[in-house]
């Protein structure tokens, strides 16, 4: 049975695992990963984990360009399935092309339902911050999180040519 739990150095294998399967240069949605980050070293992926937590904290400062966000991974036992987070609130990028919910799921645990649950699981977290609404987006071409997001309530707004190529932009009212 998945679970939302928070980011662990427990999982580190299972992570890596999860990242060879995206490729080692891919970018993973939800998952808060700079290209800066140490995450092969056990060292490196418990200081990256324990950040990870901290960005949920409102009252400790963030990077510049970051904003405060919850982050969840999605596991099965001791097996990372994919991550999901909550930004708190939205800067000019986000808002343009970011969105305040990100997931990924893992290329082998795709097409299981896991991304709809997860998103269901975190609005329920996002109308206990006392949001009225959320911002999700997704490239054009990906019919799985186009699905993921009109299944979860999503209203397309547009799609818009965005610094990062274009994104389809979705509301969700909670």
């Not at 739990?5 to 970018?27: I, T």
């Not at 995450?39 to 901290?54: K, M, Y």
Request: glycine fraction near 14%; charged fraction near 25%.
């Amino acid at each position: 049975m998945p679970e939302l739990v928070f980011p662990s150095p427990r999982l580190h294998d299972s992570w890596l695992e999860a990242r060879a399967e995206w490729g080692r240069d891919s970018h993973m949605d939800g998952a808060g990963l700079g290209s800066e980050d140490d995450v092969d070293s056990p060292g490196g992926f418990a200081a990256w984990t324990e950040r990870l937590r901290g960005y949920g904290d409102r009252t400790r400062p963030v990077e510049q360009g970051r904003v405060h966000a919850t982050y969840w991974w999605i596991a099965e036992g001791d097996t990372y399935l994919g991550a999901i987070d909550l930004r708190h609130y939205l800067n000019g990028f986000l808002l343009d092309a970011g969105g305040h919910i990100g997931y990924g799921i893992r290329p082998s645990a795709r097409r299981r339902g896991l991304a709809g649950w997860a998103l269901g699981s975190v609005l329920y977290e996002a109308r206990l911050l006392g949001m009225d609404r959320v911002l999700l987006t997704c490239d054009p071409g990906n019919t799985g999180s186009v699905r993921t997001i009109e299944r979860g309530g999503g209203v397309l707004e547009d799609v818009r040519e965005t610094l990062v190529g274009p994104k389809r932009r979705y509301w969700i009212d909670l």
